[in-house]
T-cell receptor, first 113, second 114 residues
Framework: EPEVTQTPSHQVTQMGQEVILRCVPISNHLYFYWYRQILGQKVEFLVSFYNNEISEKSEIFDDQFSVERPDGSNFTLKIRSTKLEDSAMYFC???????????FGEGSWLTVV | AQTVTQSQPEMSVQEAETVTLSCTYDTSESDYYLFWYKQPPSRQMILVIRQEAYKQQNATENRFSVNFQKAAKSFSLKISDSQLGDAAMYFCAYRVTGNTPLVFGKGTRLSVIA
C-alpha cells in the first residue's frame, strides 16, 4: 500500500541551526501538508501546498519556516534558525484530491538543544 | 472557527469488551468530513475511519464504527472486541471540503486491560 515516507526519523540539532525535514508523499497525490505535535499536545497544522505554492498556512508558520518541492517527488520543510520550542514531532501528509483523506507519514522527531 | 472537542482525556477497556470514544465539533459548514486517527506509541498517525457529513449511514470498518449525529455535531467512535493492539491515542479530526487542513481534537488515550 502506498505510504508517505519521511526522513530523518529523529534529529537532534543545536539551537540556531538550520534543519531540513524531508518527505516523499504518495505518488499520485496533489496536496501536501506539514503538521507538528509538541510532546503531549494535539496535532497542529503548519502549512498546505498545492500546485507548487503554499495554499494555506497557520500562524505557527512564520518567517523561519519554508517549504519546497524541489523535484517531482520530494517535499521539504526547512526551519531556518531553530529554537528550543521547535522541538516536536513533524508530520508530513498528502491527499489525492479536494476533501480526500489525508494520509500521514511516520513523523520526524526534532529535538533542539 | 471550527473546533473539535474530545472530552475524555483517558479511557480504559477490558480486552474483548466494547468502548466508545466521544467527539463533538463546532462548525457552520454543511459539507465536511470527519475522521478518527489512531496514534500508537510509535507516534505514527494511522487513519481508522472516515465519515462524509452528507451520508446518513454511519461508517464501519471491521471492529470500528461511528455514531454520527449531524444535528448534535457529535461523532463518536465505537471499538468492539477490543484488542491489546488497540491501545493508543485516538484523535478525532474535522475537515471542510476542498483543500483545507484537518482540525484535531486533543485526543483520548485508550488503555486496553488484559
Amino acid at each position: 500500500e502506498p505510504e508517505v515516507t519521511q526522513t530523518p526519523s529523529h534529529q537532534v540539532t543545536q539551537m540556531g541551526q538550520e534543519v531540513i525535514l524531508r518527505c516523499v508523499p504518495i505518488s499520485n497525490h496533489l496536496y501536501f501538508y506539514w503538521y507538528r505535535q509538541i510532546l503531549g499536545q494535539k496535532v497542529e497544522f503548519l502549512v498546505s501546498f498545492y500546485n507548487n505554492e503554499i495554499s494555506e498556512k497557520s500562524e505557527i508558520f512564520d518567517d523561519q519556516f519554508s517549504v519546497e518541492r524541489p523535484d517531482g517527488s520530494n517535499f521539504t520543510l526547512k526551519i531556518r534558525s531553530t529554537k528550543l520550542e521547535d522541538s516536536a514531532m513533524y508530520f508530513c501528509a498528502s491527499s489525492g484530491g479536494r476533501g480526500n483523506t489525508i494520509y500521514f507519514g511516520e513523523g520526524s522527531w526534532l529535538t533542539v538543544v | 472557527a471550527q473546533t473539535v472537542t474530545q472530552s475524555q482525556p483517558e479511557m480504559s477497556v477490558q480486552e474483548a469488551e466494547t468502548v466508545t470514544l466521544s467527539c463533538t465539533y463546532d462548525t457552520s459548514e454543511s459539507d465536511y468530513y470527519l475522521f478518527w486517527y489512531k496514534q500508537p506509541p510509535s507516534r505514527q498517525m494511522i487513519l481508522v475511519i472516515r465519515q462524509e457529513a452528507y451520508k446518513q449511514q454511519n461508517a464501519t470498518e471491521n471492529r470500528f464504527s461511528v455514531n454520527f449525529q449531524k444535528a448534535a455535531k457529535s461523532f463518536s467512535l465505537k471499538i468492539s472486541d477490543s484488542q491489546l493492539g488497540d491501545a493508543a491515542m485516538y484523535f478525532c479530526a474535522y475537515r471542510v471540503t476542498g483543500n483545507t487542513p484537518l482540525v484535531f481534537g486533543k485526543g483520548t488515550r485508550l488503555s486496553v486491560i488484559a
